[in-house]
């Protein structure tokens, strides 16, 4: 038997055990819930968007020079406000996809505020 039918033999029994193995990666990969997420990492990546987003390094804020847009994805509504009215010669190059809708600030009731509520009248009064 010449090299090139060894080699020929070889591939050929090779070729279906890699095709296996690669396949039983996929279905693995597969295997996990779909809703397995790591809270730190989600916490993490909230952190570094809030850096970015506040605290853009020098990097950062060239490549926004250049055009170059960021999407922001999963910040809270809060978050997003913020950001806007402290950074609004930056507004160009952001993009704010996914915002979480947060709770309303509450506020004291009127009997411990200082200064009672008054209320105003209407349109027909």
């Known amino acids: 038997m010449n090299r090139i039918e060894t080699t020929r033999r070889v591939a050929a029994t090779r070729g279906p055990r890699i095709v296996r193995q690669v396949l039983a990666a996929v279905a693995?990969?597969?295997?996990?819930p779909a809703g397995a997420v790591d809270p730190a990492a989600d916490a993490n990546l909230e952190?570094?968007?809030?850096?970015?987003l506040n605290e853009p390094t020098e990097r950062?804020?060239?490549?926004e020079r250049e055009g170059h847009v960021y999407v922001y994805d999963g910040l809270t509504d809060r978050a997003v406000d913020q950001a806007l009215s402290r950074h609004f010669d930056r507004i160009e190059y952001m993009m704010f996809v996914g915002?979480?809708?947060t709770e309303p600030e509450?506020?004291?009731?009127?009997?411990?505020?200082s200064e009672t509520p008054t209320?105003?009248?209407?349109?027909?009064?």
């Open 106 to 113: 509450k506020t004291a009731p009127a009997e411990t505020q």
């Open 119 to 125: 209320e105003s009248p209407g349109c027909g009064s």
């Open 47 to 52: 952190q570094w968007l809030l850096r970015r």
């Open 99 to 101: 915002t979480r809708k």
């Open 28 to 32: 693995l990969a597969g295997a996990l």
């Open 60 to 63: 950062e804020r060239a490549h």
